[in-house]
């Protein structure tokens, strides 16, 4: 069997998602007639170039200003690239080699879910971890009547997809019909080919958490929107805990490296002693339950997105953009 490359493309400013790379070079640049269009200062019109030939996969620099990076080593003209090779272009843009379909930790193959309009059979496939629907100028599907973010589609397998609206997520399962802003989905499974390119999507979540355990009264937690500079304090004990400890695991994860689909997942269990204590296993599903209810509630009330609280089966995290504790 050939050998078929790809490249998990990911970056603070990009949606998580596999390319294939062929012999045509895939162009990365600034530039709009790029394969991969990054707008990024740091990014050169025409920055680099990575194709396949055989059973080889090379990287070319094309005299960029600020240079193409290869496992964090500045590179100059063409190299050989290995599976598991890091290329970092620009401030935030990683690439990772891999083989084609090999399965990435909850990322896609050649599978993936689709929602289905049952009135009229149309079909809107998932293209990364997250489907949007509403009238928001990055949702997935767009319904100009509806709220910005009507609901939110998390997906982390099969087994483990999340629909999020208001302020309450519940799990789903594939064949489930689900009734968003008065059209009527049906979740299925269907193929779709990989993706030619990635575009960027704007930050939800621009936010600064500051967060301690020692403040006057107790346990505090601020967040600030830092695009726009709001703020909104949180004092109630227990909701306070919880930000302190998804803010941590974050900064944490980020450090460490993790790649950032993975960054800030913390079981469940361990949000639950670190808030009520081993005592609080025996119902802390609920309790947790409740609390991220009313966090959401507290914070959306604040004008802020309550969705910067993410669930998942037996995880949960926070999505910021800046932790300091």
């Known amino acids: 069997m050939a ?3 790809e490249l998990l493309v990911e970056g603070d400013s990009a949606v998580s998602r596999a390319v294939s790379v062929g012999n045509r070079p895939f162009a990365i640049g600034r530039g709009p007639s790029n394969d991969l269009v990054v707008p990024d200062g740091l990014v050169s019109w025409e920055h680099a170039k990575i194709w396949a030939d055989g059973a080889k996969i090379w990287c070319a620099d094309m005299s960029s200003t600020n240079g193409t990076f290869v496992n964090d080593q500045k590179i100059t003209g063409t190299v050989q ?10 401030g935030k843009l990683r690439l990772k080699v891999q083989l084609h379909g090999k399965e990435t930790g909850g990322r896609f193959d050649m599978r993936s879910i689709a929602l289905e309009e049952v009135a009229t059979g149309l079909k809107h496939p998932f293209r990364s971890t997250r489907f949007i629907v509403g009238s928001a100028m990055d949702a997935d599907l767009r319904l100009p009547d509806a709220p910005p973010y009507a609901a939110e589609f998390a997906y982390h397998g099969v087994d483990d997809l999340w629909m999020m609206v208001e302020n309450e997520d519940r799990q789903l399962d594939v064949g489930q019909t689900v009734e968003v802003a008065g059209l009527t989905f049906r979740l299925i499974e269907v193929d779709i080919p990989r993706a030619p390119t990635i575009q960027p999507q704007r930050d939800r979540f621009p936010y600064r958490l500051s967060a301690t355990l020692d403040g006057p009264t107790g346990p505090l937690a601020e967040l600030e929107n830092l695009d726009d500079g709001r ?3 949180v004092e109630a004990e227990t909701r306070a805990i919880l930000l302190f400890l998804l803010g941590r695991k974050v900064d944490e994860d980020r450090k460490s490296g993790k790649p950032r689909d993975e960054i800030g997942w913390c079981a469940d269990d361990d949000i639950i002693v670190g808030v009520w204590g081993r005592g609080g296993l025996a119902d802390g599903a609920n309790r947790l339950k409740v609390l991220v209810h009313r966090l959401r509630a507290e914070v959306g009330k604040a004008g802020f ?11 949960i995290r926070i999505r910021i ?5």
Do not use: N, T
């Open 3 to 5: 050998v078929v490359y």
């Open 81 to 90: 690239l290995d599976v598991g090779d890091c290329i970092s272009v620009g």
């Open 231 to 233: 703020k909104a304090r």
């Open 305 to 315: 997105d309550p969705w910067l609280i993410e669930r998942r089966k037996r995880f």
């Open 321 to 325: 953009r800046e932790f300091a504790g």
